[in-house]
């Protein structure tokens, strides 16, 4: 399989890399700084022309047109576009920021805006292929300080949820991944306990495995906090607003 991920170069999209490229794919992996990555140099001093490294930032639009047609071509086609380039930083109203805002925006739903935009023609001219789209169990349902990186989020699983049939019309299939807390750089930022908090390696495995057994339209994973936030969604505001107000500290 020929993949390209957007956010490759650290925490569960470098885990990914290394499945996938262990696992013989082609992979084209990108972020700000993928080509100049001693992790990924590595990997490609281990995986001999089987990965090919992209700087790509999602933010800075007229460069992506340039990185989606180099990905394309580094082995003629892609199969799988996995979007998991991710921004947070916690952001309480009274500390409101909006060119933070702005950077979770770009990263987290505009970066993968922008690119199906130069990679949508490719695909339908391919006939066929297949989109995951990292978002995250922070797009359930909004909860107090996070609103900055679960904006995004959500935006991103609406748009895919209008986009699927679309897109199954022409022979694409787009999924969409919400799993919970993983160890990375970026919930380093948390000062507070993580419920199931998972490593990258056990992370990526479930997205492996459940791309490899399922089509479903969207991957939840841990089960508990999972379900956990399906419910609060499901609740009337009245009980769910009263719940997440717990939550402030
Ligand atoms: N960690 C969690 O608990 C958790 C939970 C749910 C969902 N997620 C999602 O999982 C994905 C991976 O997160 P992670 O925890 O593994 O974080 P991470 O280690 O910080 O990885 C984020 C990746 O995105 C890339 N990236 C960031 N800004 C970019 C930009 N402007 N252009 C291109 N690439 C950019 C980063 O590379 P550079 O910085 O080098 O560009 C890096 O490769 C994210 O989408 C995140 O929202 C994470």
Excluded at 101 to 120: I, K, P, Q, S, W
Excluded at 135 to 141: P, T, Y
Excluded at 161 to 181: K, M, T
Excluded at 197 to 212: F, N, Q, R, S, Y
Aim: charged share 20%; aromatic share 10%.
């Amino acid at each position: 399989m020929r993949i390209w991920i957007v956010g490759g170069s650290s925490g569960i999209g470098l885990e990914l890399v290394k499945r996938w490229l262990e696992a013989g794919h082609r992979v084209v992996a990108s972020a700000r700084h993928a080509e100049s990555s001693d992790a990924l140099g590595q990997f490609k001093a281990r995986y001999d022309g089987a990965l090919c490294c992209v700087d790509t930032d999602v933010s800075q639009p007229d460069t992506l047109a340039q990185s989606a047609s180099r990905a394309w071509k580094a082995f003629d086609g892609i199969d799988l576009w996995f979007y998991n380039a991710g921004a947070y930083r916690p952001m309480p109203s009274d500390e409101w920021d909006l060119k933070a805002f702005e950077m979770m925006t770009d990263t987290n739903y505009m970066g993968a805006v922008r690119l199906m935009t130069h990679l949508l023609p490719r695909f339908k001219a391919q006939g066929y292929g297949r989109w995951v789209w990292n978002a995250s169990l922070a797009a359930v349902f909004g909860l107090p300080y996070g609103g900055g990186y679960s904006a995004p989020k959500a935006a991103m699983v609406n748009l895919a949820e209008s986009l699927q049939p679309e897109l199954a019309r022409d022979n694409v299939q787009l999924q969409i991944i919400n799993h919970g807390f993983v160890k990375t750089r970026l919930t380093a930022k948390n000062d507070f306990e993580m419920p199931e908090l998972m490593t990258p390696e056990i992370a990526a495995g479930k997205i492996v495995a459940a791309l490899e057994t399922t089509g479903r339209f969207c991957i939840y994973f841990p089960p508990k906090l999972s379900l956990f936030l399906r419910l609060l969604n499901l609740l009337p505001y009245r009980l769910s607003l009263a719940m997440t107000s717990k939550m402030l500290t």
